[in-house]
């Protein structure tokens, strides 16, 4: 259990004094006590410095963190044995020998990630005579991004306002009371890393840190935290803090800063790392920290307190005001806002909060901000937040479903700036992927990315080469990332309608995934199509005839992946005019890649044959990639492909993992299904005691701080449950915008506004008792609109028309009709399509359209 070394302190708690100012703030996360252990604690960030607020009384604590800081340095990590060792496992599979091929693929392995890594902490010790604390209140304001602290010890109440500003690049504390000369503490740094401090003046504290060249994997590695010298491997970096006491003093007194008796007391904090690039060695070829660190503290003290704070909530504002939303007058209990964060997620089960759910969903948004803003590296599997030197699963980028899930808000919930950073993270895997394609493979155009990467865009196998008897070809062998993130790419082309972003940025990237992917599809000499070999459906393992196995052949997620690239390259070609040779021989390629499957079982076919087992509880389902986030698969052009993918639901049952049920929310919403949508994000709030010693992958639910549990914490479940609650209320994906889709019951009035649509539309919808009391669709750059509902409906300022044939915008683009073979003994389950009305209508540049029912 992870505690912070607080003075045992005894406080009473006064509620209904701070019923008023809740209830009159509802999107804050608000505590009655301080946190005392990571899930408790409260985020904030501002894209590259992180920030862990615990709230205490006798001793505050903020843990830090920067995004750049990581163990190790540039390590390919590429297997040159690959190329000799490939043909043997592809043989071996074909003749279906797939335990041989398993052993022999790990051949073919390459070294683990590096690890993300804790910067520092921050320590205010107040060492208050009074032990006993009154009205105590620990909050996060989610609508301005400040984390405030209030208490009454003694006869003193003491106020602390902390932000991290994205314009100053500062984290900010602020500490007031309400009475003259009170305010009295000592300040000091530490980190859980190689450090040293030093008070360079009587308010200014500075630690230089030093970060392992090498942490291992695995518990029974024989070397598990390496630290070179000074000047040697591992990264650099500096914290710097200096304290403004308006009355009082600031002394020095060995390595602290003691304040006595001061009115208020602005705290800047500002840090930085010597990374200098994914290719660079950050001690031998690294940046000096105390240049960026300097820099940013000696611009921020010229600004005052109030400035620097009116900046910061102007800034975060213009992200996040984008979107409202609201369940007002529901059925479901009223809010009780005199009941903090953590007890109203205790009993949601028996009483499921309205603004709870809100709250839920607009945090996710708040942690994008955070967590990802222009410039800044992308989320990682804890966002950016860590407190262990070996965090689980290194705290890395997973690419087999959590850092593209990290990402699925971004343009749905209008942040897509904040999806820029897995932009520039592409374009780093691209160089390093080229290598790893040429080197493991022989195959000399494009670029792949396989199971994990890091800071330094690792593109190679993980798996410990072949030396840990744990590197399991069912996740390493899955070179398929570089294809699935070059999605991403094509999805904020359909939101955004950026032509030249489509050009210069994404087509080069989609155009080099694909020509991997050309290389690296190999004809089947049973069937003829064009297969992936090897092959895994990430995490699992096939069960043919009692007995499992890690690798086989054209898992349907790989199609599927493929399937979606391609088909976003050939359109991409056709949306730019350029490329046609490279174009027809995508199309010619896609129309020999191995089809969907339904089974015998009536399910969508996980594997090359029909071997799913119907009490596979697995956490992934990788195979309905396809129903989402791809697109191939719709309750309205394919209905036996969404019956099978409903199947296969139904089969994995709803309570898994935190991210797995963020998954399945977003897939029973494409099936329409709001009821059982809205099932699972109750599953999703089941309250997870971090103090608990729980399984690992036991049961997903929420932290007391509303982080995604896994357990243990990942924050891919709170990104993906907030695109499944926009899904829920909009899609776009199928050639039309459809407006409350998946309505669940237990939401019948509401109202959001602000979301995105494909065809860069910004979209209001207001309901009352399950309808559509209103909508409004913004064109941003024009282009024909077609809206579906359940009812009739007509557009207020223009005439509109029933919707024939393709909709006549490429930006609300159908995928078409995916080749698919159907067991004949197979029964399906029933979709719910039900009635339902397609109108289409031209828009104009930067119009308003108002749609109402008739």
């Known amino acids: 259990m992870r505690k912070i070394p607080v003075a045992c302190v005894c406080f009473f708690i006064c509620a209904f004094q701070l019923a008023a100012q809740k209830n009159n703030a509802p999107l804050k996360l608000w505590y009655t006590k301080p946190a005392t252990i990571f899930e408790e604690a409260l985020p904030l960030g501002n894209g590259k410095t992180g920030a862990m607020v615990y709230g205490g009384i006798v001793k505050e604590h903020f843990q830090l963190n920067d995004n750049t800081l990581w163990s190790g340095y540039p390590d390919p990590g590429n297997n040159p044995n690959g190329p000799t060792v490939l043909p043997l496992v592809r043989t071996q599979i074909f003749q279906g020998n797939y335990d041989s091929a398993a052993v022999l693929w790990k051949k073919m392995q390459g070294p683990y990630s590096a690890r993300y890594l ?100 695995r518990n029974y590695e024989p070397q598990q935290v390496v630290y070179d010298d000074w000047n040697g491997e591992g990264m650099n970096f500096e914290v710097y803090v200096k304290l403004v006491a308006e009355s009082g003093s600031v002394k020095k007194v060995n390595d602290d800063l003691v304040v006595t008796n001061a009115d208020a007391v602005t705290i800047y904090l500002s840090e930085a790392t010597s990374f200098n690039g994914f290719d660079k060695s950050p001690a031998l070829n690294g940046k000096d920290p105390s240049i960026e660190a300097k820099t940013n503290l000696q611009n921020a003290m010229k600004q005052s307190f109030t400035s620097l704070k009116a900046n910061h909530i102007a800034d975060y504002q213009n992200l996040f005001n984008r979107v409202s939303f609201s369940l007002g007058n529901s059925t479901l209990p009223t809010a009780n806002h005199q009941l903090p964060t953590d007890l109203l997620l205790r009993q949601f089960n028996s009483s499921p909060d309205p603004q709870l759910q809100v709250l839920y969903y607009q945090y996710g948004r708040y942690l994008m901000i955070a967590a990802s803003r222009p410039g800044s590296r992308p989320t990682n599997l804890q966002g950016m937040w860590n407190d262990q030197v070996q965090p689980p699963w290194g705290s890395n980028y997973t690419t087999n479903i ?50 994990n990467s890091d800071l330094w865009a690792k593109t190679s196998p993980p798996g410990g080469y072949d030396w840990d008897p744990k590197g399991a070809p069912r996740w390493s062998a899955w070179p398929m990332a570089g294809a699935w993130f070059s999605t991403h790419l094509w999805e904020h082309y359909l939101f955004t309608g950026d032509k030249n972003f489509l050009r210069n940025e994404a087509y080069p ?150 991210w797995s049920m963020a998954w399945k929310m977003n897939w029973w919403s494409r099936l329409h299904d709001g009821d059982h949508a809205y099932k699972i994000l109750g599953a999703a709030f089941n309250y997870i005691d971090p103090r608990e010693t729980r399984e690992v992958m036991g049961g997903g639910g929420t932290y007391p701080n509303l982080f995604d549990a896994h357990p243990p914490f990942q924050i891919d479940g709170n990104f993906g449950a907030t695109a499944g609650i926009t899904e829920m209320l909009l899609q776009s994906h199928d050639g039309r915008i459809s407006l409350l889709p998946a309505l669940p019951s237990a939401w019948p009035n509401g109202s959001i506004k602000g979301i995105k649509a494909r065809g860069n539309f910004l979209v209001d919808i207001d309901w009352q008792n399950g309808k559509i009391t209103q909508g409004k669709i913004k064109s941003l750059i024009g282009g024909n609109c077609r809206i579906r509902t359940e009812y009739p409906v007509r557009v207020v300022e223009v005439k509109a028309v029933n919707a024939t044939g393709e909709v006549a915008n490429p930006l609300l683009t159908k995928y078409g009709q995916p080749p698919y073979e159907k067991n004949p003994k197979a029964a399906l389950q029933n979709i719910n399509n039900g009635k339902e009305y397609v109108i289409d209508f031209k828009t104009e540049k930067g119009k308003t359209y108002t749609i109402v029912p008739l």
């Open 118 to 217: 804790p910067l520092a902490d921050l320590w205010l010790n107040f060492n208050w005579k009074d032990s006993v604390a009154k009205n105590y209140s620990r909050e996060l304001n989610i609508s301005n991004a400040v984390s405030t602290v209030t208490y009454k010890a003694g006869d003193v109440t003491t106020t602390r306002e902390t932000f991290i500003s994205y314009p100053a690049k500062v984290m900010i504390v602020r500490i007031t009371a309400d009475k003259k000369r009170s305010i009295n503490f000592n300040t000091s740094l530490t980190s859980k890393l190689k450090f040293k401090v030093s008070a360079l003046a009587d308010n200014y504290l500075v630690l230089r840190g030093k970060a392992p060249k090498f942490i291992a994997n």
């Open 402 to 451: 959590n850092t593209e899930m990290n990402y699925w808000p971004a343009e749905n919930t209008n942040l897509s700036e904040c999806h820029l950073p897995l932009f520039s993270f592409m374009k780093e895997l691209s160089v390093n992927g080229a290598k790893t394609a040429k080197t493991n493979y022989n195959i000399n155009e494009g670029w792949v990315t396989h199971h």
């Open 509 to 658: 990237l989609m155009k080099g995934a694909t020509q991997f992917m050309l290389h690296w599809l190999i004809e089947d000499p049973k069937t003829h199509y064009l297969v992936t070999n090897p092959s895994t459906s990430p995490e699992n393992t096939v069960k043919i005839k009692g007995k499992e196995h890690e690798v086989s052949m054209a898992s349907t997620m790989d199609m599927s992946i493929i399937r979606e690239l391609f088909t976003a390259v050939i359109k991409s070609a056709d949306e730019l005019n350029i490329d046609n040779a490279f174009k027809n021989q995508v199309a010619a390629a896609k129309e020999r890649l191995y089809p969907f499957h339904i089974g015998q079982h009536g399910q969508l076919q996980e594997w090359f044959q029909d071997w799913d087992d119907p009490n596979d509880k697995h956490r992934h389902i990788s195979h309905l990639f396809g129903l989402y986030p791809g697109s191939e698969i719709t309750i309205n052009s394919t209905p036996e492909l969404a019956a099978a993918a409903k199947q296969s639901l139904i089969e994995r049952g709803d309570v898994s993992t935190g």
